[in-house]
């Protein structure tokens, strides 16, 4: 079975200050693993995927198959990046995405 | 290009009674799906069509629960009758292609309140 577990409900930082969002999945197969973000008044949207490995507003994430994480990490957080932010996971082949519960970034001026 | 749209944006209806929910996918995209948003939760995928083709029903609550997309680009998703535990945003999504690992795009959602 397909699991996305993101520990921080609620995450709190002060601006310029580094940023890690956890999430750690569970699959046994090989996982294709996704970011997604919300903005205020702002539809769900994909911030990143781990298959093209590239960073998105200064967001990048690791796919760690050893730890089975995912994190999220920025080296300098802005007022922009508040947002609520979903990690998911989608299974080989045509399987369904499974998102996490979320957890709300709040960046602090 | 237009986004998934979605109506109506607010829905407060009394237990017990019907409510259906609309949605236009993104012009050109073959997948659509339909999650449940439960306050403080991600979204839980009910229903993800291919065209008009049912790929994945398997989360859809069918004994109350039910939807469909007639010529495989609009579709409607119906709670007939509703329950208080069924409060939630309703999302859309689209993909031009099958599978979770596809990139979906989002509606605005339609956020039901059953009392």
């Known amino acids: 079975a397909q699991r996305v577990t993101q520990p921080e409900k609620l995450l709190s930082v002060f601006k310029g200050a580094p940023v890690e969002l956890k999430c750690n999945y569970s699959y046994s197969g090989s996982p294709e693993l996704f970011w997604y973000v919300q903005y205020s008044r702002q539809r769900l949207q994909l911030l990143l995927r781990?298959?093209s490995r590239e960073s998105i507003k200064g967001f990048t994430a690791d796919l760690n198959k050893g730890e089975t994480s995912f994190h999220l990490k920025k080296p300098f957080a802005q007022e922009e990046d508040s947002a609520m932010y979903y990690c998911?996971?989608?299974?080989?082949?045509?399987?369904?995405?499974?998102f996490g519960q979320g957890t709300r970034l709040t960046i602090n001026p | 290009e237009a986004g998934v749209a979605q109506s109506p944006r607010y829905k407060i209806i009394e237990k017990r009674q019907s409510v259906a929910f609309w949605c236009n996918p993104i012009?050109?995209?073959?997948?659509l799906y339909w999650y449940q948003q439960i306050l403080g939760q991600g979204p839980k995928l009910l229903i993800q069509?291919?065209?008009?083709?049912?790929?994945?029903d398997s989360q859809l609550p069918k004994d109350r629960f039910s939807a469909e997309r007639l010529k495989g680009v609009d579709s409607t998703l119906k709670i007939q009758p509703a329950k208080l535990e069924d409060s939630a945003v309703y999302l859309c999504?689209?993909?031009?292609?099958?599978?979770?690992?596809?990139?979906?795009?989002f509606g605005p959602g339609t956020r039901l309140l059953v009392l």
């Open positions: 069509f291919q065209n008009n083709g049912v790929v994945d």
């Open positions: 998911a996971l989608s299974g080989q082949g045509a399987q369904k995405l499974v």
């Open positions: 781990h298959i």
């Open positions: 999504a689209s993909s031009s292609a099958s599978g979770g690992a596809e990139t979906q795009y």
């Open positions: 012009s050109g995209h073959a997948t």
